[in-house]
């Protein structure tokens, strides 16, 4: 039974830092597309940055070069380090798993989410 369990949000001033982990269990997270998305109310929920088995990153637009994702396969942990947060960054954070690629619209695996809010 694979499991992701989220935790490090919490609330923030703007231009503030915060890094979310993701703990996986169950499966071996190497073997697998990790990502991190976010959903605020009323707005569609939007992949945010994901890491491919291999390493590579890809980020949305709006977070690049402010947001970091990476893992620790021996831990079993996905990150995501947030620097210089935005007020618009205000979203419930969620971590997500897919073994059957990297698109966004293929992970299946959700966290429970953790609440990032920036004031």
């Known amino acids: 039974h694979v499991q992701l369990v989220e935790s490090g949000g919490g609330s923030v001033q703007a231009g503030g830092s915060l890094r979310l982990s993701c703990v996986a269990s169950g499966y071996t997270s190497d073997g697998y597309c990790m990502g991190w998305f976010r959903q605020a109310p009323g707005i569609e929920r939007e992949g945010v940055a994901r890491?491919?088995?291999?390493?590579?990153?890809t980020y949305v637009d709006s977070v690049r070069g402010r947001f970091t994702i990476s893992k620790d396969n021996a831990k079993n942990t996905l990150y995501l380090q947030m620097d210089s947060l935005k007020p618009e960054d205000t979203a419930m954070y969620y971590c997500?798993?897919?073994?059957?690629?990297?698109?966004?619209?293929?992970?299946?695996?959700w966290g429970q989410g953790t609440q990032v809010t920036v004031s």
């Open positions: 890491i491919t088995r291999d390493g590579r990153t």
């Open positions: 997500a798993a897919s073994l059957a690629g990297c698109g966004y619209s293929q992970f299946s695996v």
